[in-house]
């Protein structure tokens, strides 16, 4: 018997976008109806190789070619229309391909959005049953799962009421739940577990585990790049609809995180800023752990983020020169500020003793554990002299854009309700 799992091969998707418009009443229809000579009138003029069709093509998935092991636990990452839920609809039959073909080997589990697969007039318990008799399980074996569905769903005192009821949380708890514990060989997990609660998303993830080490094969498409990391052995790498790296999870990760090396953020010439210093910042770079720039940076990984400036050959007073860096969330909430004055090291006050700084230069200010969620924050960066003396000062001098890591070695992080921030804590019984 193979072991190969999924096999796809020259895979692609087509959609038309602004193809077919519904007619939502009669005055639409008979529009339509009426315009209908001209519209072939103007196909005919176009006909030459400018015919309008009235919309585009894109191409939500090309070429994709790979295949998964059996008991293998992989990956699927990547920016917002990358293809990864048109890829996963897919291997779940829920649409076809354009072009290419896809394998599946082994009875499918899905779980791709809400309500997939659920019939919203029959009750949960009849949810339960529906999807076990479309696996191809029997009545006995669905039973003898239905008391650990529902106790890990919590919807005990629901489940005889039609799922049309349900809140968003119950729906997406009951449907993971069937996918997970009716024993699929191949289960495909979307982003979906951002639903729910941080509790759920821990039961979730553990969950996942389980069926992993029990030798099924997973496929799990997720922003959460902790998650990723701590769930995977193998991770897929989409862009723009195209196989971008299929590997190791980590080589996976860095290969999503790295922005390839590129000019320095220009700030020589940015028109709102304030000083007039002798002290001016002429360009800015956010480096990742391992030194390169990029465009998007890991909570709980060393960042550090690198000034260049002008201007240093002059005397200042005894006091020396400050360099700040503050950040901010998107609503203009300060969250922290990194200083030369407070930080353990103080690289200006060295030049300070003798009166000046070099004529331009490099300032680094590193961050061992960058201690916040995923989102946009904005950075501003300051310098003055003698600590009042404002030299350069430029307000929204970037965006930074932090996505999931795994701050806390469990491979989830607290809701975005528990505040934006990312604390190191112990806790242990002392009495």
């Known amino acids: 018997m193979s072991d190969t799992a999924i096999h796809i091969d020259g895979l692609a998707k087509k959609y038309h976008i602004g193809k077919l418009k519904r007619k939502n009443n009669l005055q639409e229809a008979l529009a339509s109806t009426a315009l209908r000579p001209v519209r072939a009138i103007q196909s005919l003029v176009h006909r030459n190789g400018h015919h309008r069709t009235g919309y585009e093509t894109l191409w939500a998935l090309k070429d994709i070619s790979f295949e998964v092991k059996h008991g293998e636990v992989t990956g699927i990452i990547g ?256 969250l922290f500020t990194c200083s030369t004055r407070y930080a353990n090291k103080k690289p200006t006050h060295d030049y300070a003793e003798h009166g000046r700084l070099p004529s331009s230069g490099r300032i680094r200010c590193s961050i061992p554990k960058l201690p916040l969620k995923p989102g946009q924050y904005s950075l501003e960066f300051a310098c003055s002299v003698d600590h009042r003396t404002v030299s350069d000062y430029i307000p929204n001098a970037m965006t930074l854009t932090v996505v999931e890591g795994d701050f806390f070695g469990r491979g989830i992080l607290p809701p975005a309700s528990e505040g934006p921030m990312l604390v190191e804590n112990s806790w242990e019984l002392v009495a």
């Open 79 to 334: 920016r917002n229309g990358a293809g990864k839920s048109t890829l996963l609809k897919i291997l779940s039959r829920i649409t076809d391909p354009t072009e290419g073909y896809a394998d599946v080997y082994g009875r499918v589990g899905s779980l791709l959005e809400v309500g997939t697969g659920f019939h919203p007039e029959l009750t949960g318990r009849e949810n339960i049953y529906l999807n076990g008799a479309i696996l191809g399980m029997k009545r006995a074996e669905i039973r003898g799962k239905f008391d650990e569905i529902v106790a890990f769903s919590e919807v005990e005192q629901f489940i005889d009421t039609p799922v049309k009821y349900y809140s968003s949380g119950m729906y997406v708890r009951l449907a993971f739940a069937v996918a997970a514990h009716l024993e699929p060989e191949i289960l495909l997990v979307d982003e979906i577990l951002a639903v729910g609660d941080a509790n759920f998303q821990r039961k979730c993830l553990g969950k996942m585990g389980d069926v992993a080490k029990e030798g099924r094969t997973v496929l799990f498409v997720s922003h959460n790049m902790g998650a990723v990391k701590s769930l995977c052995s193998t991770a897929i790498l989409l862009k723009g609809g195209r196989l971008a790296f299929q590997g190791n999870t980590q080589d996976a990760i860095n290969k999503y995180l790295l922005k390839h090396q590129a000019n320095m953020n220009d700030l020589s010439q940015v028109p709102h800023r304030e000083g007039k210093g002798p002290i001016r910042f002429r360009s800015v770079e956010v480096l990742d752990h391992s030194g390169l720039q990029s465009d998007v940076v890991q909570s709980g990984e060393e960042i550090s983020i690198e000034l260049n400036y002008d201007g240093g050959n002059a005397k200042y007073p005894k006091a020396g020169v400050v360099f700040r860096i503050y950040l901010y969330t998107v609503l203009g909430e300060r």
